[in-house]
C-alpha cells in the first residue's frame, strides 16, 4: 500500500491472563485497541500495513475431554485458531486480528507501519449513469461549498476504463483506485439496481439430503474492498475464481469463497429510477442539510425496529434499536 512505510522494533511486553498471550512489538497502541466479545473472544486492532506473524499452539483437545464439549466449544475447534480481517475502525483503516480460543498459547510479533502523508484530494465518489449525472454534479457542487471534497464518474466512463469480469467487478475496482489513489472516504452510488448492479451472493444448504441455492443481493461487495492473506489483497468476493461471488455451503458440498465483510469504505445508494427521481432526491437532501444543521431538534431521533424474521422468538429490530441508541 503507498501510505506506509513498516518499521521493526520488536519488544516483549506482557503475558496477558486467560489466554497465554505474549505480544513482541514496537509501540503500546494494541493496549487501548483490544475489543472482547460476548463469546470471550479477543480482537485486536492494528493500523493498515502493520505486519502480523501469530503463532498458535492450541492446548485445547489435549486438556478438554472431547465427549463433552458444548456445541460452541466444538464450533470453535472447527475453525482457524486466528483470523486477519482488513476494515474500518473510526474512519481509518485498520486490520482486525481475532483470536479464537481461550484455551491456546497465542504469540503475536507485528511490526508497525510509519505513515506518510495520507492522500486526502477527495472525500466522496458519487458513481451514477451519464443520465441522472446533471442532479447528482448538483449534489456534489453543494457538497463542496460546505468542505465535502466530491467527485464524479459515470458508469459508462468507468465501464471504459477499469478492469474487471463483469460491471459490478469494474465499479469495485474504480472505488479501490479512488481509496488508494484520491483518498475517498465514502461512495455514494446513484441509481437504483436496474441502473447501477448490485452484486448477488449465492448460498447453498442441503434440505432432505437435495443442495438448494439461493441468491442475495448485497452492497456490502462495494465496501468490502480488502481482505488479508499474507498482506493485505483486493477482495474479490470469487476466492476460486468459479464466477460465483460470495459462495458459501451449508450442508452441501463446495469451498466457501474467502471474505473478511469488514467493509473498507464508506458505501450508501439512492436507489433513483430516472432523472426526476434523482432531481428530487438531490433536492431533499441539499433542503434537509440546509435546514438541519445546528437546529435544536437534529440530535434527537426515534427509532422504529420489529420482529425482523419471525418465528425464532428474538425481536431482532428491538435489539438493533438499543444498539445503535448506545
Ligand atoms: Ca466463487
Ligand atoms: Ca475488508
Given at each position: ?6 518499521v521493526i ?16 512489538n ?8 483490544e475489543?472482547?466479545?460476548s ?8 493500523p ?11 492446548k485445547?483437545?489435549e486438556?478438554?475431554n ?11 475447534i472447527n475453525?482457524?485458531s486466528?483470523h486477519?480481517?482488513?476494515g474500518?475502525?473510526?474512519g ?12 491456546s498459547k ?7 507501519p510509519l ?25 456534489a457542487?453543494?457538497?463542496?461549498e460546505?468542505?465535502i471534497?466530491?467527485?464524479?464518474a ?18 469495485k475496482?474504480?472505488i479501490?483506485d ?14 437504483s439496481i ?18 438448494y ?9 462495494y ?6 492473506d ?5 477482495s ?25 465483510l ?10 433513483c429510477n430516472n432523472?426526476v ?5 438531490v433536492?431533499?437532501i ?23 424474521f ?9 435489539f ?5 441508541a448506545?
Amino acid at each position: 500500500m503507498k501510505w506506509i512505510i513498516p518499521v521493526i522494533v520488536f519488544i516483549m511486553l506482557s503475558t496477558a491472563a486467560g489466554t497465554n498471550l505474549i505480544i513482541k512489538n514496537s509501540d503500546n497502541s494494541f493496549k487501548n485497541n483490544e475489543i472482547i466479545d460476548s463469546n470471550g473472544q479477543r480482537t485486536f486492532i492494528f493500523p493498515i500495513g502493520t505486519k502480523i506473524n501469530v503463532t498458535v499452539e492450541d492446548k485445547r483437545i489435549e486438556e478438554e475431554n472431547i465427549s463433552w464439549l458444548s456445541e460452541k466449544q466444538e464450533y470453535f475447534i472447527n475453525e482457524p485458531s486466528y483470523h486477519i480481517g482488513v476494515g474500518l475502525k473510526n474512519g481509518k483503516h485498520v486490520l482486525f486480528l481475532t483470536i479464537y480460543s481461550n484455551k491456546s498459547k497465542v504469540s503475536i510479533d507485528y511490526k508497525s507501519p510509519l505513515k506518510t502523508a495520507s492522500i486526502n484530494a477527495y472525500d466522496l465518489l458519487i458513481i451514477t449513469p451519464e443520465k441522472f449525472s446533471r442532479a447528482f454534479e448538483r449534489l456534489a457542487k453543494f457538497k463542496e461549498e460546505h468542505g465535502i471534497k466530491t467527485i464524479v464518474a459515470t458508469l459508462e466512463s468507468i465501464y471504459k476504463s477499469t478492469q474487471g469480469r463483469d460491471d459490478a467487478e469494474k465499479i469495485k475496482y474504480y472505488i479501490k483506485d479512488s481509496v488508494e489513489n484520491y483518498g475517498i472516504k465514502y461512495v455514494l452510488l446513484g441509481g437504483s439496481i436496474y441502473k447501477l448492479p448490485i452484486r448477488y451472493v449465492t448460498y447453498y444448504e442441503e434440505y432432505r439430503w437435495k443442495c438448494y441455492s439461493f441468491k442475495m443481493p448485497t452492497d456490502l461487495y462495494y465496501a468490502d474492498l480488502y481482505r488479508y492473506d499474507n498482506g493485505i489483497k483486493f477482495s474479490s468476493w470469487d476466492t476460486n475464481n468459479n464466477g460465483i461471488y460470495g459462495e458459501v455451503y451449508y450442508g452441501c458440498n463446495g469451498i466457501n469463497d474467502t471474505i473478511d465483510l469488514y467493509p473498507d469504505v464508506y458505501v450508501g445508494r439512492l436507489a433513483c429510477n430516472n432523472l426526476v427521481e434523482a432531481n428530487v432526491v438531490v433536492n431533499k437532501i441539499i433542503k434537509y442539510e440546509e435546514n438541519a444543521y445546528n437546529k435544536n431538534w437534529f440530535n434527537r431521533i426515534i427509532l422504529v425496529g420489529g420482529d425482523t424474521f419471525p418465528g425464532n422468538g428474538i425481536i431482532e429490530g428491538e435489539f438493533m434499536n438499543d444498539y445503535i441508541a448506545i
